[in-house]
């Protein structure tokens, strides 16, 4: 008859766990599986047009600037 042992731990090394909890050992061996808890923070998605009329672009963006008028001619 299998049943499972259900508890919370830390890795303390590849080879050592610390488990929050004792569990019962009647000498047989047993599987360990470890299940990473880690939870993913999800993003929300983005909408477009959320910064429309925030950036605002000169009339005269597409002009020569003075500082560099000397590399130009």
Not at 56 to 72: G, N, Q, S, T, V
Request: hydrophobic share 35%; net charge negative; no cysteine.
């Amino acid at each position: 008859m299998q049943h499972a042992i259900i508890t919370k731990g830390r890795l303390q090394s590849p080879r050592s766990i610390i488990l929050d909890e004792d569990i019962p050992y009647n000498g047989d061996s047993f599987e360990i599986i470890i299940i990473n808890n880690t939870a993913v923070k999800e993003r929300p998605s983005r909408k477009a047009g959320t910064l429309k009329g925030k950036i605002h672009i000169k009339d005269d963006f597409d002009e020569p600037l003075e500082d560099f008028r000397e590399y130009m001619e």
